[in-house]
């Protein structure tokens, strides 16, 4: 049904969708590079603030010139990996962006020089609209290693950290789990055996939890080596690049400092009973005396099945925005107008949703895989929300300044959530319903907040661990996970006992040069919750505050944007605010029963 719709039109971003064009544009792209190359390498160090503002306008123009060609071939590949045009495409586009990375890897480091020995150009007028970008740069600066150095560690790399990753990645989807389903044995890979942890049948959301831990805990050495060596190769590069603390990498790349993620996590351990009370409502719902770890992902009993075809999903989330704000609501609805939205579900796809900001055409474009189901429109408002960042901050930033950090990049998503949301308890007209929804909203933010807050004490605990010369086997990093873990959920959680593995399937622990990335979401929820609660004070004062937030795109630090509204990110105060706002959530809950 309405197969025209749910399939996006990408030709909008090409001046012709002939590969043989689009071929030529990736050369012209290549040789441009190289020019681009040619012209700024020698002199980009001896620049002063106009002529640095000419390069930074120039790079800005190489951007925008080949970014819908770019886009094109990434986008048809993402949509139907099988399409012999798409594979080609993907091929080709690939390969030239390695040269071009390669060609273009100077700009960095040269800014970077140039900054360290005039920093004053930071404050220059002439550069006004560019002073944050720099500022970023500036703030790298001092842990950058020189040019030389820089690809030595590309090339150890390689060879090193990624390598581990890549072997942590390969052996989880590997694996077959065999798991018995109605009488009959099957045995499924890591991707589909998960699914069953939402299942509503316990015994086998406890069976496939029991089986996939199991399993990972046998192979331990593995994962113990694999986490070790990632870990303690991120602290030999922090000594080399002069990092004070493990974690201050991420805090230069999230543009945030320690003081504000201190507040952060000081607010979480602060209100763990608030989550625990959920926990305990959720038992009550669900009629039992105390959760197990496999029933926390799971829906309420009495969860009423609600389907969704495209265009009532489209009317909820149009709806959704436009009651917050009639120009958004217009931007939502020209998303699916244009057929910016690739929804339909076909072999080839990719798995999961994303949105992709498309500068030139002021717009983006949304991937996701409809089934007609409720966490599909969730999804849905979820990428229209990045969507809407991407209108407001492509019509007033220049490229340079569209490069958000993940403490704010989910701002629109997570809010345009909560407008769903709203929507539904409107609309919900059983308690049951409303149960669904609000359940849904806690199950979501105590993943996002509490649960990766956990996983934060426990990145920090292997770091201490291996400073303090401990070494780590599975067994320790296990006892490490299980200290991490119940300082988030106390006894308000019965585990089976491999549950102590659940360290060895988190991709993002063997992740190479990525630490800490997980604080980032607990982060954006807390701040949209907060902005969320302002909202509800506020009404529609509040609205174009927000759109000042997304369009300011990265042009300024998530300290200042919060500053705009009058908040201190780094007093727990504000993040108190966005604790009281789930607080609300967790009373309406109670209140319907
Ligand atoms: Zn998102």
């Not at 360290?503 to 949209?528: D, E, G, I, Q, S």
Request: aromatic content about 12%.
């Amino acid at each position: 049904m309405f197969e025209d719709e749910m399939v996006w039109d990408l030709s909008q971003l090409v001046r012709s969708t002939d590969p043989a064009v689009i071929k030529d544009e990736l050369s012209s792209r290549a040789a441009e590079a190289q020019e681009f190359r040619r012209k700024y390498h020698p002199e980009i160090t001896n620049l002063d603030a106009e002529g640095l503002k000419e390069f930074l306008e120039a790079k800005d123009a190489f951007t925008l010139r080949f970014e819908g060609v770019l886009k094109y071939c990434y986008l048809l590949y993402s949509a139907d990996s099988t399409n012999s045009v798409a594979k080609d495409l993907h091929q080709a586009v690939r390969t030239a962006e390695v040269k071009i990375d390669q060609a273009l890897a100077f700009i960095d480091i040269k800014l970077g020089e140039l900054l360290a020995r005039k920093p004053s150009l930071v404050q220059e007028p002439p550069l006004a609209e560019y002073k944050h970008f720099l500022e970023k740069i500036l703030r790298r600066v001092p842990h950058m290693l020189s040019e030389a150095e820089e690809q030595l560690t590309i090339t150890k790399d390689k060879n090193g950290v990624f390598a581990w990753q890549i072997l942590q990645s390969d052996w989880l989807t590997t694996r077959a789990f065999e798991i018995e389903i109605d009488g009959e044995k099957k045995s499924l890979p890591y991707g589909k055996i998960i699914g069953l942890y939402q299942s509503p049948n316990r015994d086998l959301r406890r069976r496939a939890n029991q089986i996939v831990y199991e399993n990972l805990g046998r192979d331990e050495i593995l994962w113990a080596s694999a986490i070790r060596a990632v870990c303690d190769d991120h602290l030999q590069m922090c000594r080399l690049r002069k990092h004070s603390t493990p974690m201050s990498q991420s805090l230069i790349a999230n543009d945030v400092d320690q003081q504000t993620i201190d507040s952060l996590l000081k607010t979480i351990t602060k209100s763990v009973d608030l989550y625990q009370r959920y926990l305990r409502l959720k038992a009550k719902l669900m009629g039992l005396e105390k959760l197990s770890n496999y029933d926390l992902a799971a829906p309420l009993p009495k969860t009423p099945e609600m389907k969704y075809n495209w265009r009532e999903a489209r009317a909820e989330v149009v709806d959704a925005y436009t009651e917050f704000d009639g120009e958004i609501g217009d931007w939502v609805d020209e998303m699916f107008e244009k057929r910016h939205i690739d929804g339909e579900v076909r072999t080839g796809k990719e798995s999961g949703a994303w949105c992709a900001s498309w500068i030139n055409g002021k717009s983006a474009y949304i991937l996701q895989s409809f089934n007609e189901k409720i966490g599909d429109v969730y999804t849905q408002a979820h990428e229209l929300g990045h969507a809407i960042h991407a209108y407001l901050d492509t019509r007033s930033q220049k490229p340079s300044n569209l490069q958000i950090g993940s403490c704010i990049a989910e701002t629109g998503s997570v809010f345009g959530e909560l407008l769903l949301t709203e929507r539904l308890l409107k609309k919900a007209k059983t308690k049951e319903e409303k149960q669904a929804i609000l359940a849904n909203v806690w199950d979501e933010f105590g993943m996002a907040a509490f649960q990766v807050s956990a996983r934060v004490f426990f990145e920090q605990s292997m770091y201490d661990a291996i400073g303090q010369g401990k070494f780590l086997d599975g067994e320790n990093v296990s006892q490490l996970w299980v200290e991490a873990r119940n300082k988030i959920y106390g006894t308000s959680v019965d585990w089976l006992d491999v549950m102590k593995w659940e360290w060895t399937m988190k991709v993002h622990y063997y992740m190479a040069n990525y630490r800490f990335y997980n604080y980032p979401y607990v982060y954006a929820n807390l701040f949209v919750f907060a902005l969320y609660k302002l909202y509800k004070e506020e009404g529609k004062a509040f609205i174009p505050k927000l759109k000042r937030i997304l369009a300011a795109g990265s042009s300024r630090s998530p300290r200042d944007l919060a500053a705009e509204l009058g908040f201190d990110i780094r007093e727990a105060s504000f993040w108190e605010k966005g604790m009281e706002q789930a607080r609300e959530f967790i009373d309406m809950l109670e209140e319907t029963i």
